[in-house]
């Protein structure tokens, strides 16, 4: 019995098919399916994409409920086509136990909306002194497979080192927060000409590079997989180009924002600019679009990073670091690679569904292709569609776009996850966890 059937969907924005969605897979592609009972959605000029799949959220359960939690987070991630997301570990107590993981594990099963897998701690409460049970968080139910200290770096080169060796036993992967602690002290803004003159603390390029150069050589020393969060500067693009080129197990992500924003829009001294790593350069900017597009970057990462009104609405050197993204990632795309013509539809699918899910091993059939047989996980996208970005038109607990009163392209009209509609008609639907 089929249960949906998609109707004039452009399959990567190919020629316009119908989709057929039976018990949880893909069942038919083709033109003119019979609908039988199936109930049928009118697809007409949209973008049919596998759901896509973010190496980089924040969703603040346990802890932090009055910034988000895994329900609200879910369904922000459901909004903006993801069916998987990661959850990062520095949540309060910090997933550094298989008791923690397999709770953040359960809240994701429970919410429905998109498949939660938890990122482990590498170190215990992120302390950086000592190694977390990474084991214990790889046997557990949760099958952790992607451990970091994300929010702080693994600075020790010693445990760094353990680290990388310890996860090669179950192939899991180490996701490194580049950020030299020292050259970065008290640090705001991008270390430049700006910094000097708006009189804030300079977070120099210098202190990401040369965490990301002693850890791509780290990763080759002892043949482990290192995963660079968030890149952010035109080096180290060319660090990673260079690791790639002799052939180590090196990925790397850039976020959204870091391909549209640059550090000018601090001049504003609105904290909604604030960031880490922090906005940079335009020169920054190009580096990261070539290397997404020539396959450098593997994968566009949201950092989805909710904070409270008052973490946020204070003056500068006070507020949070952080920009909410999973619901504007897609668009943001579109705009700086897509209509820019630096990546086809396919790529994107790449760098935003296979690439990253392929990097976590995450299970669930995330990362797939459209094709008969496939778990129905999938967007469908109006990339003709623009529209304002309003901070309220959110499912997230918090409202800290960069993005406010910005016209971006592209709207979400669908996602399925599991061949369930998540979202329909741009609006979240019942699930049932
Ligand atoms: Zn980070």
Redesign the pocket.
């Given at each position: 019995m089929t249960d949906y059937v998609i109707r004039g969907a452009r399959v990567l924005g190919g020629e316009p098919t119908d989709i057929a969605l039976s018990g949880g897979v893909i069942e038919a592609i083709g033109a003119g399916l019979d609908a039988g009972g199936a109930t049928e959605v009118d697809a007409r000029g949209l973008i049919a994409l596998p759901g896509l799949v973010d190496l980089?959220t924040h969703l603040r359960e346990p802890g932090r409920e009055d910034a988000e939690t895994v329900l609200t987070g879910s369904q922000a991630a459901a909004r903006g086509g993801f069916t998987c997301v990661h959850a990062m570990a520095n949540t309060d107590p910090v997933a550094d136990t298989a008791g923690v993981v397999e709770q953040v594990w359960r809240l994701g099963r429970e919410s429905g909306y998109c498949d939660v897998q938890p990122v482990g701690a590498v170190t215990v409460g992120l302390g950086g002194t000592q190694l977390a049970e990474l084991g214990a968080m790889a046997d557990s139910a949760a099958t952790v497979r992607v451990f970091s200290d994300?929010?702080k770096c693994v600075w020790d080169p010693v445990l760094m080192r353990r680290a990388l060796e310890y996860v090669k036993a179950f192939g899991g992967v180490i996701a490194q927060?580049a950020q030299e602690p020292r050259l970065t002290e008290n640090a705001q803004m991008n270390e430049g000409v700006l910094s000097g003159e708006l009189g804030l603390p300079g977070w120099p390029a210098v202190a990401e590079e040369s965490i990301i150069a002693r850890d791509v050589l780290l990763a080759a020393h002892v043949g482990s997989r290192l995963h660079v969060?968030?890149l952010s500067t035109r080096g180290s693009v060319e660090i990673v180009r260079w690791a790639k080129s002799k052939g180590w197990d090196v990925t790397a992500e850039v976020t959204p924002h870091h391909l549209l924003l640059t550090d000018d829009l601090v001049r504003s001294y609105d904290p909604i600019y604030k960031v880490?790593?922090p906005l940079r350069t335009a020169d920054d900017v190009q580096a990261v679009r070539e290397g997404l597009a020539d396959g450098t970057i593997d994968v566009v990462a949201t950092?989805h990073a909710p904070h409270p009104m008052e973490d946020k609405e204070c003056e500068w050197s006070a507020a949070a670091f952080g920009m909410i993204g999973l619901e504007t990632a897609l668009s943001v795309v579109q705009q700086t690679m897509v209509d820019t013509g630096l990546l086809s539809w396919e790529q994107v699918v790449d760098r935003m569904s296979a690439a990253p899910a392929k990097i976590s091993g995450a299970g669930g059939g995330h990362g797939r292709p459209l094709a008969v047989g496939e778990p129905a996980h999938l967007v469908l996208y109006d990339a003709d569609a623009t529209r304002v970005v309003a901070p309220d038109d959110t499912a997230s607990l918090s409202r800290n776009t960069p993005y406010s009163g910005r016209e971006l392209p592209g709207r979400v009209v669908a996602t399925f996850l599991r061949g369930v509609p998540t979202v329909l008609d741009g609006t979240l639907q019942e699930v049932n966890g």
């Open positions: 980089h994300d929010g927060h969060c968030h880490n790593p950092d």
